[in-house]
T-cell receptor, first 115, second 110 residues
């Protein structure tokens, strides 16, 4: 299984809502990433988890809260978002053994619209 | 902080013409990766370059990594309509921070 599964595929939420994006992989990868991508822009790194611990936070606002409950799952909790947070949120996993190397396997993304 | 610049932003070619996109990092990289994203899709891995001066080929695609491990290029020979999409380089530092370049959007006119 070489898939990264993201749910939901589409999400519309108001600025006062609380929602979560979910990501799952069963490739045994020990590094998982969240990227944000706006139209015609590159993926922008948000968070990196390695061995279920947060290793990189790219100064993301606290209204985005990541969680890695186990090695297969990655969540992104959303609260009090702004319309400018509307974007495609991409999850990716990566093998991480003794060193950082190897490709990112991306999910299809969750397209978020904040009203 | 680490920055990865990529040019050109857009490239429009006639089918059969060649295409090149260039990537330059502000810092020395442990490796560089290339991804392709079709419209409406997600990035898909093409290749990883690790060694200084490395050159790799995949059919009509040629990838190079500079001697200083700060720049890279992707060259496509004789483009086809199936090559349409946005090509991103992604620079990797020692800490696993994969930063994407701005991407080059390729359109191919039949």
């Amino acid at each position: 299984d070489t898939e990264v599964t993201q749910t939901p595929k589409h999400l519309v939420m108001g600025m006062t809502n609380k929602k979560s994006l979910k990501c799952e992989q069963h490739m045994g990868h020990r590094a998982m990433y969240w990227y944000k991508q706006k139209a015609k822009k590159p993926p922008e790194l948000m968070f990196v988890y390695s061995y279920e611990k947060l290793s990189i936070n790219e100064s993301v606002p606290s209204r985005f809260s990541p969680e890695c409950p186990n090695s297969s799952l990655l969540n992104l909790h959303l609260h009090a978002l702004q319309p400018e947070d509307s974007a495609l949120y991409l999850c990716a996993s990566r093998p991480y053994l003794r060193e950082w190397s190897g490709e990112l396997f991306f999910g299809e993304g969750s397209r978020l619209t904040v009203l | 902080g680490q920055q990865v610049m990529q040019i050109p932003q857009y490239q429009h070619v006639q089918e059969g013409e060649d295409f090149t996109t260039y990537c330059n990092s502000s810092t020395t990289l442990s490796n560089i990766q290339w991804y392709k994203q079709r419209p409406g899709g997600h990035p898909v891995f093409l290749i990883q370059l690790v060694k200084s001066g490395e050159v790799k080929k995949q059919k009509r695609l040629t990838f190079q990594f500079g001697e200083a491990k700060k720049n890279s290029s992707l060259h496509i020979t004789a483009t086809q309509t199936t090559d349409v999409g946005t090509y991103f380089c992604a620079g990797d530092n020692q800490g696993g921070k994969l930063i994407f370049g701005q991407g080059t959007e390729l359109s191919v006119k039949p």
